[in-house]
């Protein structure tokens, strides 16, 4: 089945650094990747949609300059946190969809800005 | 805008107990529904799916049936595991036209399930 890589999985930073997340898709093509947060105890909020090759499209309230979406090629899309802060910390997942199988998951990013 | 509704948790349950996970929602249109699972240190994965109004998703003993008069999915599953400990998603996803779409989440319920 479809495998989406996501590194790292953990990642400590000190405040006003860049932090870079990588999502990759092993065994399949991905025109589209979602890149969603989570803060503690609330849902899985979408933050944006990359599609290869273009700017990515991303939700209301989220700033576009601070959290950086490249998807250069059919198998990477990278979330870079500019200038990150505690508030910043969070929980980060991507995700490939419109494939034959559905939406496929990374395991995820914990981000702790200190 | 499109919401989903899920029970808080922790749920702590012991094994071979009747489980059920209640997820509703609101949506602008009609939408597809999913229950994902997050097992520890791993990726979501789905679980199973509905695309319309009463259809019952399964898979590994779990079920949802799409309930568009109630709009609910509650998951169920007749005897847990301890192996069925987890973090569940209830989400779902309406068609825009536009192209792929992301899903909205609920909050996600974390199930224990004790020996």
């Known amino acids: 089945g479809a495998v989406v890589s996501q590194h790292p999985s953990r990642v400590i930073c000190k405040s006003g650094t860049s932090v870079k997340i990588e999502c990759r898709s092993l065994?399949?093509?991905?025109?589209?990747m979602f890149w969603y947060r989570q803060f503690p105890k609330q849902s899985l909020m979408l933050m944006a949609t990359?599609?290869?090759?273009?700017?990515?499209?991303?939700e209301q309230g989220v700033e576009k300059d601070k959290f950086l979406i490249n998807h250069a090629s059919l198998t990477l899309s990278t979330l870079t946190v500019t200038s990150a802060h505690p508030e910043d910390s969070s929980f980060y997942i991507c995700?490939?969809?419109?494939?034959?199988?559905?939406?496929?998951f990374g395991s995820g990013t914990r981000l702790t800005v200190v | 805008g499109d919401s989903v509704t899920q029970m808080e948790g922790p749920v702590t349950l012991s094994e071979e107990a009747f489980l059920t996970i209640n997820c509703t929602y609101t949506a602008t249109g009609y939408p597809s529904l999913f229950w994902y699972v997050q097992y520890p240190g791993e990726g979501l994965q789905l679980l199973l799916k509905a695309t319309k109004a009463d259809d019952k998703g399964s898979n590994k003993g779990f079920e949802a049936t799409y309930r568009k008069e109630t709009t609910s999915f509650h998951l169920e599953k007749g005897s847990v595991q301890v192996s069925d400990s987890a973090v569940y998603f209830c989400?779902?996803?309406?068609?825009?036209?536009?192209?792929?779409?992301?899903?909205?989440f609920g909050k996600g319920t974390h199930l224990i399930i004790q020996p």
């Open positions: 065994d399949f093509q991905a025109t589209t």
């Open positions: 990359s599609n290869e090759g273009s700017k990515a499209t991303y």
């Open positions: 989400a779902l996803k309406v068609y825009s036209g536009g192209g792929a779409d992301g899903l909205t």
């Open positions: 995700s490939a969809g419109g494939t034959r199988y559905g939406y496929t």
